[in-house]
Structure formats: structure tokens, C-alpha cells
């Protein structure tokens, strides 16, 4: 069985953000199956890390920025922002779909795993997903 | 329900390109689903980013070559040419494998995403993708 | 249908490990469908590569620590070792998530593919994946 369901997150400032349990409220999760999660947009990303010291999170955004600076020289779409063409190239770097195991009527991810919104823009505005549940 | 199709693509250049329409032109896409495509190579890649500004893709191979440089000296593996070790571990950073929601019978993508092939050898030959659509 | 499974792979040393052949010889796979890989942790991931030359496993170590070093001054998660952050950001980078299409009774991998256990952590202990297949 297929069900699938648009959730429309809030909006969050730039960085990255734990989501687990605003996606796990907004679902029927079934007793077996799994969940993709797919983000409608090419200057944020979802991935899956630490779920417990926001300093991990912080450093994120310190890592992802150094790896792929604003403002170099060569870059030549520079007319949404200096924050655009590096949002893209880190969106595709995370990536934009998640898929993840579903057991006992839980997402089966580990004990320090959670989903992160990963926004890249300085104002990113709300982000909708796709979640699509085989079961 | 599942079917599943062998895709080859044209030869492309070394770079990034939109590929959905191609993709979409191959495939009978079910009301609801998830389509999975694979790319069954090692120094390619599949991505979904902005699909309206060929800029974006120009960045793309800058900003990948200047992340994963050629002919550092620490490499070991450069019996197949200078593109040839970049090309593996770019592949792994955006990765080999995509899943997308299937609604109302197109692939729920956000408006500006497009799906990109990408290569990164300078003469990579055509490239062969498995679709796989459960619905 | 779909089965489930959790997988522990045995430890691996700090680098990129084939454990292709061990996950299959845990699976019983369907004529068609696929193959979801779940790695339930933060500091180890997942990714397809080249299978033959162990000369790329060694690289893709060696760029994967220029790309992300350890001890950078400006991280503030240092508390379970300089290994630690790098590990988290290398995770996001390669995934923890892989979905590979089986086609008769195989996993329908290129031929140069193999499926990488990335572990980015000194020591990083036993992994857990859970395999999920659908068909």
C-alpha cells in the first residue's frame, strides 16, 4: 500500500534543524514498510545526524560554508544572492531524499540519528515535502 | 505494483545536464508511486537541482573541480587519467541513486527542480540508468 | 511485499570497506525490485563505488580528510575526539541511505560498482544496517 501526504514545514533561518518529530506527528507510520521524504527545492536538502548536542548542528553550517564559500570570483549566477549558487551546490551535496526504514510502527533509525532541514538560504521561507509511505 | 526499465542516455560532455524531460519521455508513470532511478556507473552521477538557468549547471562544474581538484599529488589511482579519481568520489557526493514521488501521474518535483545527469570524465560514453517504479 | 532485516556487519578499520558481497549473502532476493540499505548511525555511511582497485578506497580516504579536516579551529563539538564532527559532515556527505534495484535475483549494480561501508571514526565499532526489499 502506497499513501503519500505534502507536510509543509515552518519556516527556519538559515542553518540546520531537527525535524524528526514534526515529521513523525504529521504521519500513520504502518507496522512495516518505508518512508521517503523528498524536499520540493533546490536550495535546501534533508539528511539524517546527530540528534543531541546542537553544537553538532552548528558546526554544520561552519563546515558546509568553509567547503563551499560565498562570493568566489568564478561564480557567475550571482543575481538571486551570494547565498543562492552555494545553497544549490550544498542541496545536491545533502541531497534531497531521504528514504528510511520503517519497523514496529517507528522509523527505525538509531539512537542518535535524526532527520535535519537543511536550510541553505539566508531567507529560505517554508519548505514543503513529499512523504511517501510503502507498506 | 512494480516495473522496472533500462534507460540509456545520450552521450553527454563532461558537465551537469537536465535530463527530466528525457527521463519522463521513457517512462508510463502510474497516478501515485515512487519512481527510483540508478545510475549503474562509478564516475557519474544523478542529482536534482535548478532547472531553469544553464548558469547553475556552468557553477556546478566549477565549484565540483575546484572541491575535488585533479592531479593532487596524494592520489594513487591515476592509471585511468586525471579525471579519472575526481570523477569517483564526485559520484559519490551526489550520489548514485534517486528516489521521487509519483503524483497524479507526473513526478512531484518543486517547480524549479530538474533532474541532472552528471558527468564527470571528459569522454564518459553513454550512461545506463535502471528505473524502478513501485505504485 | 516487503522484507526486513537488520544486518551487523563485522568492525572495519577507518576508511572505505566492499561489503557487497557480505550483504547479499545475507539477503534473499526477489526476481524484481529493490533494495533499501539503512545505516542506523552518524559517523559511518554508505556509498557505491569502483570494486576493483584498492587504490581508490585509499584515495577516497585521503580526499575525504582534505576536504574535511580534523582539529579546524573553528569547531565547537570536540568533545568525543577531533575524529568525531569530520565524521558526522562525511556521513551527510556520502548518506546513510542507499536504494539499489534487484533484476533477476541480483542487485543490478554496473559492473564496476561495489557497495562501500564508509567508517569515518578511529574507531567506530560494530555498524547495524537495516536491508529492506521490496517486491
Known amino acids: 500500500m502506497i499513501t503519500q501526504k505534502q507536510i509543509s514545514l515552518p519556516e527556519f533561518s538559515r542553518g540546520f534543524h ?3 518529530d514534526f ?4 504521519l500513520d507510520l504502518p507496522d512495516v514498510g518505508l518512508l521517503n521524504l523528498f524536499i520540493k527545492h533546490t536550495s535546501a536538502g534533508l ?3 546527530e540528534n543531541a548536542d546542537p553544537s553538532v548542528r552548528a558546526d554544520f553550517e561552519t563546515i558546509m560554508n568553509t567547503l563551499i564559500p560565498e ?7 550571482t543575481l538571486e544572492g551570494s547565498d543562492d549558487m552555494p545553497s544549490h ?7 534531497c ?3 528510511i526504514p520503517i519497523t514496529n510502527g517507528r522509523l527505525n533509525m538509531g539512537t542518535w540519528q535524526g532527520i535535519y532541514l537543511c536550510e ?3 531567507v529560505g521561507g517554508r519548505r514543503n515535502l ?3 509511505i510503502y507498506s
Not at 515529521?23 to 504529521?26: D, G, Q, V
Not at 562570493?71 to 549566477?77: F, G, I, S
Open 97 to 99: 531524499s531521504l528514504t
Open 18 to 20: 531537527l525535524i524528526s
Open 47 to 49: 539528511t539524517i545526524n
Open 71 to 77: 562570493n568566489m570570483p568564478e561564480y557567475t549566477h
Open 89 to 95: 551546490v550544498k542541496s545536491s551535496i545533502v541531497g
Open 120 to 122: 541553505f538560504r539566508n
Open 23 to 26: 515529521i513523525e506527528s504529521h
Open 130 to 132: 513529499i512523504a511517501t
